[in-house]
Structures are given as C-alpha cells and as structure tokens.
C-alpha cells in the first residue's frame, strides 16, 4: 500500500516522515527539490535574509520517494501530473498549502515566487515608500522586516481587536511605521509599492478535481481529516477546513499537527483500528518586530490570548527558537516516527 502526500510544506513533510518511518511505502509530489521556510520569507522580500530554503534531505525522511512536479487533478485513484503523467495512489494526503497570486498590481509575500518578485521591485524603485495593508501577523513582520532594511513604510488597516496586534503597533510606531488604522481600503486603488497582507488563497486543485471545497476553495474534511466520500483522501494544512466548527487558523503550529495527525489515521485504518478525531490547542503566538525584537502572546487553547506576553529582545529570542524548533520537530520526526507531539485543546 502506498500512500502519496502532495505538497512538501509543513504538513506534507510531517505527514511523510511519520508513514514512513512506520515502514509505509511514501510517494512526496512537490514541485521544488528544496524545502520553504515560509516563516522566514517577511525577511527574504525585504533583503535581509537571502532565501528561506533548506535542502528536502535536511527534514524528509530518505524513504520517501520525491516526485519533482505538480498536481493538476486529483482522480479516484490516480494523480494527474503537470508533466503529463498519471501517478496511482492507494491513500492520499492533500498538503498543497496556501499562497496568492499578483492582484491588480500589488504584491503578496506567501510564496517563495511572489516574494522575489517583491524583493525585485524593492531593488527597482529603492526610494519608494511602501504600503503594507494589513495588520496580522504577516503585515506586521513585514513592515517591521521593511523599517530594519531602511525602508520607509505605512501600515494600513481597520482596527484590530487583539491586545497582541495593538502592542506590536504601538512598538511599530515608534519605530517610525506610520500607522493609518479605522479605514477599509482596496489595495489595488493605492499607488506606489503595496503589499496585500489581509488573507490567503489556495490552489484550485481540489475544486477543479470535483472534491468538496468551502467558499475558499479549501478542502472540506471531517473531524478525522477525511474528505466526506472519499475515505482515501485526507486533508492537512492550510489549503483544508475542517467541517465542524473549530478555531484553527492558518499557521505551521496548525499544519504540523495536521499532518501528523492525517498520517496516524491512516496508520490506525492499516491496522485496522478506526482513526481519533483532531483536536489540538494553541500556546503561543510568536512575532518577529524587526531589529532582533519580538513579541510572544500566551494564548489559551481556542487561540485568546492570556494576559501574559514576553517583549523585546526577549521575546525576539523567543521568536526564533520557535523558528528553528519547526525545521527540529520535522527532522526529529524524519529520524524516529512518532517523536513528534503537540497539546490537545479545544
């Protein structure tokens, strides 16, 4: 039985090494040979970090068989490639992840490809200002990453809720970010450089496969991370929305988890015990400001925050242990199947 993962973020390499450590026979289609930091890339568009790659062979398990292409269908039993060939699988995990295109001229930064084309731009024009739309966590590290490069910036969003989100604006501000907050813009009617930072898409995979998807276009799964009428098809990451209602949010701390968690269902049904339910709770929240500072939002597991934060420096050193601890669980995971765990919550 073989199963394949499609996507080598988080989730999909997690999933990976876990089956076959188990001795499971695992099929890896990515269309990159390298693996993407993608909570680094705020630092690569702004030049201060050269790229956030790692080499596939420094996380995944050697076991797995990598496929260097890209999915354009997925059928009842078999994969159809960019390439133009058809790939069979016995089980599958949907790990394609999330990203954004180009939008009526303005940038985005959660792919590795619309980073550099940001970066690119930066180089062309090294006096614009920018305008970075959106206050969560990646308008955040990223005008934070575009003041530590020298650059001037604006920040443009409504008025945010969490205490987390005020505070690294308070800290933003005084860093010489002007902030414009109160007001709902259209990124595409502002002139200059502008970053979109107000969500994500994902691929149009499984809709274009006839899977069932949300409005998003994200995969729908069950609390088992199974698609509804597709039993051998599961779910992992950002590009998939659980059913029933849940506070998950788009984040390697939600992808990693996921992923392992598809990979033990699928364990249990070969062994013919019935796969547990997802259930996983969030600790922390970490953010990079800029400038070795950080801040770090103790949360309870539903995803509010508690009245506990760790600021400054320390929390930048905070920030980027969380960082390197990622590409260590996925690793640690690669040498010994099951190593790696995470706190069950709401």
């Keep these: 039985m073989t199963t394949t993962v499609l996507g080598a973020g988080y989730a999909g390499v997690m999933a990976a090494n876990r089956l076959a450590g188990r001795g499971e026979e695992v099929v890896l289609v990515t269309p990159n040979a390298w693996f993407v930091e993608r909570i680094r890339l705020h630092r690569v568009a702004t030049g201060l970090r050269e790229n956030a790659r790692l080499d596939l062979e420094t996380v995944l398990n050697p076991a797995v068989e990598v496929v260097q292409d890209t999915a354009t269908k997925v059928g009842e039993d078999k994969i159809q490639l960019a390439s133009g060939e058809n790939l069979p699988y016995d089980t599958l995990v949907y790990a394609v992840g999330s990203g954004a295109s180009d939008q009526n001229g303005t940038y985005r930064i959660v792919s590795e490809q619309e980073t550099e084309r940001f970066r690119a731009a930066l180089a062309e024009e090294p006096d614009a200002p920018v305008t970075v739309v959106g206050a969560g966590l ?98 992992a990451g950002d590009a998939v929305h659980i059913e029933t209602p ?87 995971e690669r040498d010994r199947a099951g190593r790696y765990s995470w706190p069950a919550g709401a």
């Design 246 to 332: 849940s506070c998950l949010r788009a984040a390697c701390a939600t992808a990693l988890p996921m992923g392992a968690h598809a990979a033990d269902v699928i364990a249990a049904r070969r062994e013919g015990r019935a796969g547990q339910p997802f259930r996983m709770g969030y600790v922390l929240q970490c953010t990079d400001l800029g400038g070795g500072r950080g801040r770090v939002q103790f949360l309870h597991p539903d995803d509010t925050e508690r009245a506990i934060a760790i600021d400054g420096r320390a929390g930048g050193l905070v920030k980027e242990t969380i960082c390197r601890m990622t590409v260590r669980w996925l690793a640690q």
């Design 138 to 235: 990646t308008g955040v590290e990223l005008a934070g990453a575009l003041r530590e490069a020298g650059r001037a910036v604006k920040l443009v969003s409504t008025t945010p809720e969490r205490r987390a989100i005020q505070a690294h604006l308070r800290f933003l501000a005084k860093q010489g970010v002007e902030i414009e907050l109160g007001r709902r813009v259209d990124p595409a009617g502002l002139d200059g450089l502008v970053v979109d930072t107000t969500g994500f898409a994902v691929p149009s995979l499984a809709a274009d496969s006839g899977l069932p998807v949300d409005d998003l276009g994200r995969l729908l799964v069950d609390e088992q991370l199974t698609v509804p009428g597709h039993p051998d098809i599961l779910g």
